[in-house]
């Protein structure tokens, strides 16, 4: 007997905790008859914020993948992609995985970049792209620099007006020598 389990099936963990999958490649699983067997499969995570799943974890099969979610499943199941790219192109979906986050994740530049590919050529909108990245930096680097304008600007009015506001560098020396002559004191 031969057991197919599809692409964008889903995999519902029977704790709640536990993260959910998606399987991502077409399996066939022969049995023979009054036989068991065991197998591996394809799948990644739907639900980036729980807990991975151990070796006593179970799951039931779901329903399957649909919209946004089945056409990135089609597409890591027809390019074989079965790695951090499609499992980051998965949450960009599910979670709507920020970069930010998925680099805390550990997802490197150039497997953001990936998912982001794989995104596009499945037809699926990304949560965000490299310009928007370009677009924060930019601003970033703009405050940046407006903020050291600033600065300097203040340092520069502080200097000019000896570090005391409404006294000159003259009236502040001429104070000190008045001080020190009327106590014979130096202080």
């Not at 074989?80 to 599910?94: C, F, L, N, R, S």
Request: proline letters at 3%; aromatic letters at 4%; a negative charge.
């Amino acid at each position: 007997m031969d057991i197919i389990v599809p692409h964008g099936l889903l995999l519902v963990a029977d704790n709640s905790e536990v993260e959910n999958k998606v399987v991502t490649s077409r399996h066939v699983i022969h049995v023979e008859a009054l036989s068991t067997t065991n197998t591996q499969l394809y799948a990644m995570s739907t639900d980036m914020n729980k807990h991975v799943p151990d070796i006593w974890s179970s799951f039931q099969a779901g329903e399957m993948a649909q919209g946004d979610l089945k056409k990135v499943v089609d597409e890591l199941n027809a390019t074989d992609t079965q790695k951090a790219a499609g499992q980051i192109a998965v949450w960009m979906v599910t979670d709507s995985a920020q970069r930010d986050k998925l680099e805390q994740f550990g997802a490197s530049a150039s497997e953001i970049e990936e998912a982001l590919d794989i995104l596009g050529r499945a037809g699926v909108d990304p949560p965000f792209t490299i310009e928007d990245m370009e677009t924060v930096f930019l601003t970033c680097l703009g405050l940046f620099i407006l903020v050291i304008v600033l600065i300097a600007v203040i340092a520069f009015i502080n200097k000019r007006s000896g570090g005391k506001s409404g006294i000159s560098p003259q009236e502040d020396k001429s104070e000190i020598k008045e001080e020190i002559e009327g106590d014979g004191k130096s202080k």
